[in-house]
Nanobody, 123 residues
Framework: VQLQASGGGLVQAGGSLRLSCAASGRTFSSYGMGWFRQPPGKEREFVAGINWSGGITYYADSVKGRFTISRDNARNTMYLQMNSLNPEDTAVYYC?????????????????WGKGTQVTVSS
C-alpha cells in the first residue's frame, strides 16, 4: 500500500486546513484508516480513526469537535478537516492503514504509513 498525505501548510491560529491521504495498492474499502501527528520534540500521537465505510469514527480528546475525519472510497482518499487550529496542533501529520476494517483508536494494528505533511499554526 502506498499512502500520500498532502494539504499541510502554515496557517494562523483559528484557521482551517484540510489534509488528504491518497491510497493505492490495496482495495481501499477493505481497511480502516487513521491520522496521527508528531509535534516537535514529542512522540507520535493518535488523532482520528475511521472504519472501512466511513460510518464509524473516533477522535482524540484534544481534537474532538474541531477535526473531522472522512473518506471517499470512490476516490481512494481519506481526509482530515481541521478547524479552529491552535499552535498546539503544529506537527507532522501522518496517515496510516489498519490491518482490519475496524476504526483504529491508537497505533495498534496500523500496518502501512505514509510520509507526513507539515502543519504549522502560528499564534
Amino acid at each position: 500500500v502506498q499512502l500520500q498525505a498532502s494539504g499541510g501548510g502554515l496557517v494562523q491560529a483559528g484557521g482551517s486546513l484540510r489534509l488528504s491521504c491518497a491510497a493505492s495498492g490495496r482495495t481501499f474499502s477493505s481497511y480502516g484508516m487513521g491520522w496521527f501527528r508528531q509535534p516537535p520534540g514529542k512522540e507520535r500521537e493518535f488523532v482520528a480513526g475511521i472504519n472501512w465505510s466511513g460510518g464509524i469514527t473516533y477522535y482524540a480528546d484534544s481534537v474532538k469537535g474541531r477535526f473531522t475525519i472522512s473518506r471517499d472510497n470512490a476516490r481512494n482518499t481519506m481526509y482530515l478537516q481541521m478547524n479552529s487550529l491552535n499552535p498546539e496542533d503544529t506537527a507532522v501529520y501522518y496517515c496510516a492503514t489498519h490491518r482490519t476494517i475496524l476504526t483504529p483508536r491508537n497505533s495498534d494494528g496500523m500496518d502501512y504509513w505514509g510520509k507526513g505533511t507539515q502543519v504549522t499554526v502560528s499564534s
